[in-house]
């Protein structure tokens, strides 16, 4: 079983930034996809930026140029930095795992912008 804890989330006015951390209780990361994801009150999930079990990364097309995904393999980490942050950009962001045909979740952490 993996756990997944996410932390760094809070308010911050919009064209601020946030750094937003997930620390995964697996070993080995390294060949794990892993990824940032949000929901929004009264909308669905969705992904903001990933890691394939290959390295690569992607984004979505509004956090392309603003966010940058990274991954620390040595201490299980990986990392959102949020930069330009937008009123939009208000929702819970989830940190996902996922190896071997399973995932995991973490709890969330709630990002708010005010304008």
């Known amino acids: 079983q993996v756990q997944l804890v996410e932390s760094g989330g809070g308010l911050v006015q919009a064209g601020g930034s946030l750094r937003l951390s997930c620390a995964a209780s697996?070993?080995?990361?390294?060949?794990?996809?892993m990824g940032w994801y949000r929901q929004a009150p009264g909308q669905q999930r969705e992904v903001v930026a990933t890691?394939?079990?290959?390295?690569?990364?992607d984004y979505a097309a509004s956090a392309k140029g603003r966010f940058t995904i990274s991954k620390d393999n040595a201490k299980n980490m990986v990392y959102l930095q949020m930069n330009s942050l937008q009123t939009e950009d208000t929702a819970v962001y989830y940190c996902?795992?996922?190896?071997?045909?399973?995932?995991?979740w973490g709890q969330g952490t709630q990002v708010t912008v005010s304008s």
């Open positions: 996902r795992l996922w190896r071997y045909g399973a995932e995991y």
């Open positions: 697996a070993s080995n990361i390294s060949l794990d996809g």
């Open positions: 890691f394939t079990s290959g390295g690569n990364t």
